[in-house]
Nanobody, 127 residues
């Protein structure tokens, strides 16, 4: 029932790295944008990184230079490489697909454009 499935989360010491993966659950989803978001308890879901069909990427200022979004077209898997992790990165991480076939004025970091979400994978960073 969940259209996207994340994996790769876990516990890591500050300064360490994790690589998150996201793949469709049994089927492919067409999209203009795919993205990574995170949400801590009591907080709003925050856009971290987005990638469009042409491979153009956009990042939140808080993760620029540390996180890299990429997509493997051969297996339709989305990745988020996270380096130099900090305690404030602790959150549930979600991948998303907008399910669109046409573009829009909305940024690939905008929550409102996304239709399909994974169940989340927990990332915990110990300082």
């Amino acid at each position: 029932q969940v259209p996207l499935v994340e994996s790769g989360g876990g516990s890591v010491q500050a300064g360490g790295s994790l690589r998150l993966s996201c793949a469709p659950s049994g089927y492919s989803i067409r999209s203009v944008c795919m993205g990574w978001f995170r949400q801590a308890p009591g907080k709003e879901r925050e856009g971290l990184a987005g990638i469009d069909r042409r491979g153009s990427t956009v990042y939140a200022d808080s993760v620029k230079g540390r996180f890299t979004i990429s997509q493997d077209s051969a297996n339709n898997t989305l990745y988020l490489q996270m380096n130099n992790l900090k305690a404030e990165d602790t959150a549930m991480y979600y991948c998303a697909s907008d399910g669109r076939t046409y573009g829009s004025a909305l940024s690939c970091l905008s929550r409102s454009r996304y239709m399909y979400w994974g169940q989340g994978t927990q990332v915990t960073v110990s300082s």
